[in-house]
């Protein structure tokens, strides 16, 4: 008669916990739908779509975020070393200050002639430098058309030329920017060329590369036209004088063909931009280059300067929303006239490919793989977090990098070799990479950064270059990640509203929720900060700590509703019968007050073979260690496969599935579970063999039906059970499996629910002592997609063989048995082969149904 108020209590409180529950999970999955849509870099359009929607609010939570990720930067930053790998020349305001009262013409003002960034770039590498990555815009023809005095085998070219012709001296050893923005521009108006001349046959494109860029060179457009399986260069040129004098310029020795421009012509016109881009492309594996930011524009260095001896990277950087810089981006996509997408790559993306002499890149699971040297985390849109080595950027040009240098100091080198006496300074940079930027304040060269406000844009790359050098960089959470991070803090936050709570009765109380919300919360921030400075993981942490405080407010109110109801529950009702620490469990679990029911699972009985003998053999702490072995193991397996384990009987083991957990695949499991039994014991056979001396082997029974579920034991002592006839036909099969030599055998329930997604036969039709209906016993062969072709001619013949017994045909079943047992070793054919032999000589009475008679339970 108490039982029923017990009950009725428990439900009540299980409402009022589970709007709780309710309620911190609306709050969480709020939250947390805001913290797992990330406003994409592209902005929305103004429609009013659900997602769009969600834009507003996720960009605000996106914006507490990131002020507490700069915090975290500066932390982990504070903990690095800066690399010596990567050295900045600077342009600084020091080195034009020198500039403009020296002698040497030309860099009195500003900017330099190209001929000198060129020569500065080759004295960097004959001082050892590994790479030279030249941060300046060459978008325009140099306005200088001299050259600086004393430079050796550059007489009578133009500046552009000239600094063309000192790259290609140290071919692949420098690398220039371009820019690209996300606005179309306007396209420049173009000459008309009524005629073409024809400069020379190529095998294809990529050997017509340096003739085309010579044409572009001299401003006039180049045209790339299929002929047969190679192709040919023309020029466009305004008339046939003109053509042939091109011709010359441009080493055709014969009278060149000149021909009228056709408009179909255009469609194999290729401009400077088409050039650079067939230049600067690479080739992802495993990315959609759609995901990728789109640029409209791009601003690359002029026709003269494109050449094969350089490579070609891009130094622009997008700021977020607030004006800081966190991440560079290393891949964009660029969509070319004839609609076709072109990737390009960072400024010290290329730079590592340079290093990994590698053209190829390879996309997976959040990170970028440059060849097998180097990989960095990347997100889908190409977009790559900076891990900083330094808490600020400082004074100077060195940004979070250990090194810079005034170009000055290199200037002076350049000067003394050219003059003919010892370079002036050693600057140390054998084997380095260089970053040749702009950091002067003309320049307004600079980005805000988590690290500080004015840090050079040159120091920007070069610390990106180090991240790819050294395969480091920030991942960030995948959005689900942080969803269920954000629901679970909203739940925590009910728990610890709900374990504090003892009613609003003072302000001390309130103090109390408080501090114990506010301990929780400080927690989350350290593991948070804690998982960034040691793993460099992003995790949110504003979305789930506003989850948790929202509902631990809401939550607190509910509670303290029902804190003295529930104390009332516990004292007067459970409190009389059962002694104050029960009491206290049932207050944190109410499911102990759950009644035994009956409810259809999949017991598992699986008992080692050979253990007698094994415990004869091996001594008691060997033994016992082997059975703790296995005994972990298959516990594992069945834990793994969202199963039960009843108890343990000896060498055996009794689990099952569809309980506690309700589940319709319950047999799917149990038969899961079996498979991956006997893979691990295959996997630690050598193991056992090794350790041991012995390798076990175990049979395994499995069978579906109703049972009894629920606490079970004495006042003392009680466990949650089942108990039934699946349970006891369970261990019967098991101890079947030796007689036919099988390693799993199931019930004929368990092979109806779970035929679609395993493969069973049919070992035998029984009549069971106590039972006047006849059992099929079937074999688990294994996973449907996953049967050897073999085995499926095994499992054919025997198909075969099955029929004609049961159609009492036996001569023709017992020929097909023994083809089973001589082809494939099936030792259930052979128990039917030694019936049919029987049954041969003394046939069956006409009424025999097939079945067989066996003692069991």
């Known amino acids: 008669?108490?039982?029923?108020?017990?009950?009725?209590?428990?439900?009540?409180?299980?409402?009022?916990?589970?709007?709780?529950?309710?309620?911190?999970?609306?709050?969480?999955?709020?939250?947390?739908?805001?913290?797992?849509?990330?406003?994409?870099?592209?902005?929305?359009?103004?429609?009013?779509?659900?997602?769009?929607?969600?834009?507003?609010?996720?960009?605000?939570?996106?914006?507490?975020?990131?002020?507490?990720?700069?915090?975290?930067?500066?932390?982990?930053?504070?903990?690095?070393?800066?690399?010596?790998?990567?050295?900045?020349?600077?342009?600084?305001?020091?080195?034009?200050?020198?500039?403009?009262?020296?002698?040497?013409?030309?860099?009195?003002?500003?900017?330099?002639?190209?001929?000198?960034?060129?020569?500065?770039?080759?004295?960097?590498?004959?001082?050892?430098?590994?790479?030279?990555?030249?941060?300046?815009?060459?978008t325009e023809l140099s306005p200088r058309a001299c050259l600086a005095q004393g430079t050796p085998g550059l007489e009578g070219l133009d500046d552009d030329r000239a600094f063309r012709k000192l790259l290609d001296r140290h071919p692949e050893k420098s690398v220039l920017a371009f820019s690209w923005s996300l606005d179309r521009g306007i396209p420049a108006g173009s000459r008309l060329w009524p005629y073409r001349v024809r400069l020379g046959t190529y095998a294809n494109e990529a050997d017509a590369r340096g003739r085309v860029q010579s044409v572009l060179s001299d401003q006039r457009p180049a045209f790339l036209?299929?002929?047969?399986?190679?192709?040919?260069?023309?020029?466009?040129?305004?008339?046939?004088?003109?053509?042939?004098?091109?011709?010359?310029?441009?080493?055709?020795?014969?009278?060149?063909?000149?021909?009228?421009?056709r408009i179909a012509d255009d469609t194999y016109r290729v401009g400077p931009l088409e050039l650079f881009v067939s230049l600067a492309e690479v080739q992802v594996e495993g990315l959609d280059a759609a995901q990728l930011e789109e640029v409209r524009q791009l601003e690359h260095p002029v026709a003269p300067l494109l050449g094969t001896a350089s490579l070609y990277g891009a130094s622009t950087v997008l700021a977020d929303p607030d004006g800081v810089v966190r991440a560079v981006p290393h891949l964009v996509s660029y969509r070319s006239r004839e609609g076709a997408r072109h990737v390009l790559p960072s400024m010290p993306l290329m730079a590592a490919m340079r290093q990994a002499n590698t053209r190829q890149l390879r996309y997976a699971d959040g990170r970028l793989y440059v060849g097998d040297r180097f990989s960095i985390p990347m997100d889908e849109s190409g977009y790559s977090l900076v891990r900083w080595d330094a808490a600020e950027v400082g004074r100077g040009a060195r940004g979070s990098v250990s090194r810079a240098i005034p170009a000055w100091n290199v200037l002076l080198n350049l000067f003394a070799v050219r003059e003919?006496?010892?370079?002036?300074?050693?600057?140390?940079?054998?084997?380095?990479?260089?970053?040749?930027?702009?950091?002067?304040?003309?320049?307004?060269?600079?980005?805000?950064?988590?690290?500080?406000?004015?840090?050079?844009?040159?120091?920007?790359?070069?610390?990106?270059?180090?991240?790819?050098?050294?395969?480091?960089?920030?991942?960030?959470?995948t959005p689900r990640m942080d969803l269920f991070l954000t629901l679970g803090l909203a739940l925590i936050g009910a728990f610890v509203a709900l374990t504090f709570n003892r009613g609003l009765r003072s302000s001390g109380d309130v103090l109390v929720y408080l501090s114990a919300m506010g301990v929780v919360g400080l927690v989350y921030a350290g593991v948070a900060w804690y998982l960034f400075v040691t793993q460099m993981l992003w995790v949110a942490m504003m979305g789930p700590l506003l989850a948790m405080g929202l509902t631990f407010i809401f939550t607190i109110v509910q509670a303290s509703r029902t804190e003295r109801q529930l104390r009332h529950f516990i004292t007067d009702v459970l409190g009389r019968y059962v002694?104050?620490?029960?009491?206290?469990?049932?207050?944190?679990?109410?499911?102990?007050?759950?009644?035994?029911?009956?409810?259809?699972?999949?017991?598992?009985?699986?008992?080692?073979?050979?253990?007698?003998?094994?415990?004869?053999?091996?001594?008691?702490e060997r033994l016992i260690q082997l059975l703790n072995d296995y005994l972990t193991e298959t516990t594992d397996v069945v834990r793994s496969t969202r199963g039960q384990v009843d108890k343990y009987i000896g060498d055996a083991v009794t689990a099952f599935w569809g309980a506690p957990v309700r589940t319709d695949r319950h047999a799917h499991h149990a038969c899961e579970?079996?498979?991956?039994?006997?893979a691990v014991l295959l996997e630690r056979k050598e193991y056992w063999d090794k350790t041991y001396g012995h390798h076990l082997q175990c049979r395994i029974g499995i069978d579906s039906g109703e049972v009894l579920v629920g606490g079970m034991g004495s006042d003392f002592e009680s466990k949650y059970s089942v108990m039934g006839e699946s349970v006891k036909l369970s261990m019967f099969l098991e101890s079947l499996n030796r007689g036919y030599g099988t390693f799993v055998l199931v019930g004929d329930t368990v092979a109806r629910l779970a035929q679609d997604a395993y493969v069973f036969r049919e070992v035998d039709r029984v009549r069971l002592k106590g039972r006047a209906e006849p059992t099929r016993l079937h074999e688990l062969v294994g996973r449907k997609g996953e049967i050897s072709p073999?085995?499926?001619?095994?499992?054919?013949?025997?198909?075969?063989?099955?029929?004609?017994?049961?159609?009492?045909?036996?001569?023709?079943?017992?020929?097909l048995f023994t083809r089973g047992v001589e082809a494939f070793q099936d030792s259930v054919a052979g128990v039917y082969a030694e019936r049919c032999r029987k049954f041969s000589s003394a046939a069956p009475p006409e009424d025999w149904d097939g079945v067989f008679a066996l003692e069991g339970t």
């Open 790 to 815: 073999q085995v499926q001619e095994q499992l054919a013949l025997y198909e075969q063989a099955l029929t004609a017994y049961h159609q009492r045909r036996f001569d023709e079943a017992l020929a």
């Open 225 to 261: 036209i299929p002929a047969g399986n190679a192709v040919e260069v023309w020029a466009g040129v305004a008339s046939e004088q003109e053509g042939q004098r091109v011709a010359l310029e441009q080493g055709v020795r014969e009278p060149a063909r000149v021909q009228e421009r």
């Open 673 to 678: 579970a079996a498979l991956k039994v006997g």
């Open 420 to 477: 003919g006496v010892p370079p002036r300074a050693v600057h140390d940079i054998e084997g380095r990479l260089i970053v040749f930027t702009r950091t002067s304040r003309q320049a307004m060269h600079f980005q805000h950064t988590p690290i500080g406000e004015y840090t050079p844009a040159g120091a920007v790359l070069a610390q990106s270059l180090v991240n790819l050098l050294q395969s480091e960089g920030i991942t960030r959470a």
């Open 579 to 620: 002694s104050p620490e029960v009491a206290r469990l049932v207050t944190r679990d109410l499911r102990l007050l759950t009644r035994p029911e009956r409810r259809e699972v999949t017991v598992f009985f699986c008992d080692l073979d050979g253990f007698s003998r094994l415990s004869r053999e091996l001594p008691p």
């Open 1 to 138: 008669m108490r039982s029923l108020p017990i009950y009725s209590a428990g439900l009540r409180f299980l409402q009022r916990l589970g709007y709780s529950l309710l309620q911190a999970t609306l709050f969480g999955a709020i939250l947390g739908l805001l913290v797992y849509y990330r406003v994409p870099r592209a902005q929305l359009s103004e429609d009013a779509t659900p997602i769009a929607l969600l834009a507003r609010p996720s960009a605000w939570l996106q914006s507490w975020e990131r002020g507490t990720y700069d915090w975290r930067v500066r932390s982990l930053g504070a903990r690095s070393s800066r690399s010596e790998r990567v050295v900045v020349v600077a342009l600084d305001d020091e080195t034009l200050a020198e500039a403009r009262q020296d002698e040497h013409p030309g860099i009195a003002s500003n900017p330099w002639p190209r001929e000198i960034l060129g020569g500065l770039s080759n004295r960097l590498i004959d001082e050892g430098a590994e790479l030279v990555l030249l941060d300046f815009p060459f």
